[in-house]
């Protein structure tokens, strides 16, 4: 059964250090998202991106955020300066169309120390 | 803005018995709405939809109700086992037209042998 998958698994980065989350949605799936799970927290909505641009986003997707799909297949999400609040785990999703049934990544724990 | 309420307190069930989990809503009635399980480190699995208009849907042991007049989701396992044991979100769109979804934080269930 096709899966969305998400590298790395684990991502330690000192804080003012820009990362990059990798996902790869499901392949004929259109719609992609990005959220956040801050430990013990909801699922918060970050970004979703339809057509190469973002679609909607967050309060909490600011300045420092940026998504891309450089490549048909990869879906990225770039935190330029990690602060230390930004530790969290990042679930990647997919969907065939909008108001359908997410997929989601296994996700990314990123830890800013 | 919208907002969602699940019982934070976990609840513990007796094997084969059935698990209710209650997710209501404020303000405005969403046109759908999403169940998930979460594992703990895991990314939320899908398990059904329910849309404005249907009144209840299944899916083997598993049964959602939408009442928009109460602005609730009930959410039904029956004959519980304790592989059923996770955290159930409920999640919704923000707003009327939107496609950012929030999610509630969540019931934990526990499923005693």
């Known amino acids: 059964e096709p899966e969305v998958t998400q590298t790395p698994s684990h991502q330690v980065t000192q804080m003012g250090q820009e990362v990059i989350l990798r996902c790869v949605p499901i392949?004929?799936?259109?719609?992609f998202y990005w959220y956040r799970q801050i430990l013990g927290q909801k699922v918060e909505f970050l970004v979703s991106?339809?057509?190469?641009?973002?679609?909607?986003k967050s309060e909490i997707f600011d300045d420092q955020f940026s998504v891309e799909r450089p490549d048909g297949s990869n879906f990225t999400l770039k935190i330029r300066s990690t602060k230390l609040e930004d530790s969290a785990m990042y679930f990647c999703?997919?969907?065939?169309?909008?108001?359908?049934?997410?997929?989601f990544g296994p996700g990314t724990r990123l830890t800013v120390t | 803005s919208q907002k969602i309420e699940q019982n934070s307190e976990a609840l513990n069930i007796q094997e084969g018995k059935t698990a209710t989990l209650t997710c209501n809503y404020t303000?405005?009635?969403?046109?759908?709405l999403q169940w998930y399980r979460q594992d703990p480190g895991r990314g939320p699995v899908f398990l059904l939809l329910?849309?404005?208009?249907?009144k209840e849907k299944r899916k083997e042991r598993l049964k959602v109700t939408f009442d928009t007049t109460l602005k609730q989701s009930l959410f039904h396992i029956t004959a519980s086992q304790p592989a059923d044991s996770a955290t159930y979100l409920c999640?919704?769109?923000?707003?009327?037209?939107?496609?950012?979804?929030?999610f509630g934080t969540g019931t934990r269930l526990k499923v005693l042998a």
């Open positions: 999703a997919s969907l065939l169309n909008r108001g359908n049934e997410q997929y």
């Open positions: 392949s004929n799936h259109l719609y």
């Open positions: 991106f339809y057509n190469n641009e973002i679609s909607e």
């Open positions: 303000n405005y009635s969403p046109a759908y």
């Open positions: 329910i849309r404005e208009n249907e």
């Open positions: 999640a919704l769109p923000r707003a009327s037209g939107t496609y950012k979804y929030i």
